[in-house]
């Protein structure tokens, strides 16, 4: 069964950083796409930034692209999304999500592409 637990978040202050992390079980990265996703109150979840299990660079939402790098140890089976520069409208809680693809997308993997969930981190920006 595949399994990932998400950890990392918690409260910062507006222009600060904080890195999340998401260990998985149950599957190889070599044939899945790892995504991040978010979700703030009263909105729908939102892509962040994804994997593809092409191997290929990450892709970024735009409204995170140059401030957030998601990387992945392969020994450990986690993968990471570093936010820096954080702003107030970031706050949400964070998922993170695996599936396997089912063709290829420019950008971020639809929402429908991923089958497993974590149960997410609260990330909390003051400003």
């Known amino acids: 069964e595949v399994q990932l637990v998400e950890s990392g978040g918690g409260l910062v202050q507006a222009g600060g950083s904080l890195r999340l992390s998401c260990e998985a079980s149950?599957?190889?990265?070599?044939?899945?796409?790892i995504g991040w996703f978010r979700q703030a109150p009263g909105k729908e979840r939102e892509g962040v930034s994804c994997?593809?299990?092409?191997?290929?660079?990450?892709y970024y939402a735009d409204s995170v692209r140059g401030r957030f790098t998601m990387s992945s140890d392969n020994a450990k089976n986690t993968v990471y999304l570093l936010m820096n520069s954080l702003k107030a409208e970031d706050t949400a809680v964070y998922y993170c999500?695996?599936?396997?693809?089912?063709?290829?997308?420019?950008?971020?993997?639809?929402?429908?592409?991923?089958?497993?969930w974590g149960r997410g981190t609260q990330v909390t920006v003051s400003s």
């Open positions: 999500a695996a599936g396997v693809p089912s063709g290829d997308y420019l950008g971020l993997l639809p929402l429908a592409e991923y089958d497993s």
């Open positions: 149950g599957f190889t990265f070599d044939y899945y796409a």
């Open positions: 994997i593809r299990s092409s191997g290929r660079s990450p």
